[in-house]
């Protein structure tokens, strides 16, 4: 496993959101509450949105906390399009949504239905790579993946790392306990 240079902070951060949320071990069941900052943000129609994508195309390792952590800090669960092409609540780059789009039935990348499912799949996919990677998807792996793709993860370039730590850095705040 790569080894990645933590702050205290991170540290504290990773494992305190870890802990509450069970990555790593975190199944899908609708038992497992959410609990994080981003949930407590989430309008009710996204957390509708979010926990039927979670149920139907979650996998291990992908919460309902990780999902609204990214949407809220990519989003704040709006329908926007940033300058880099990005779209809607969970921000898909175009080239995403074509390719898990169809996967999931979904038709409306503004659709806080059809962005959670494809975020999920995203998400689930990068867990997979991870995972034959020879890498544990906990929280801080998932979000470094959702950032700047499982194969950055797997294999670090130590002049990127700093980069994508301060991109996973509000992700994981999102993530923390509320």
Not at 114 to 121: G, H, I, K, Q
Request: with cysteine; glycine share 6%.
């Amino acid at each position: 496993m790569p080894h990645h240079p933590l702050t205290r902070s991170a540290v504290l951060t990773v494992a305190a959101a870890a802990a509450v949320i069970g990555v790593g071990s975190c199944s899908t069941a609708a038992a497992d509450q959410p609990t994080s900052v981003a949930w407590d943000h989430a309008p009710q129609e996204y957390r509708q949105a979010i926990d039927s994508a979670v149920d139907e195309y979650g996998c291990t390792g992908i919460s309902r906390d990780i999902i609204a952590a990214q949407m809220y800090t990519d989003s704040r669960f709006q329908a926007v399009e940033s300058p880099s092409g990005a779209r809607g609540p969970a921000q898909l780059i175009p080239s995403q949504w074509d390719k898990y789009a169809p996967t999931v039935k979904a038709t409306d990348i503004n659709s806080p239905v059809d962005s959670s499912n494809v975020l999920v799949a995203v998400n689930c996919d990068n867990v997979q790579e991870l995972r034959a990677g020879g890498i544990d998807p906990t929280l801080n792996n998932v979000m470094e993946a959702y950032v700047a793709g499982p194969r950055a993860v797997i294999n670090p370039i130590p002049q990127h790392y700093k980069d994508i730590r301060a991109n996973v850095a509000p992700l994981l705040d999102a993530a923390r306990p509320a």
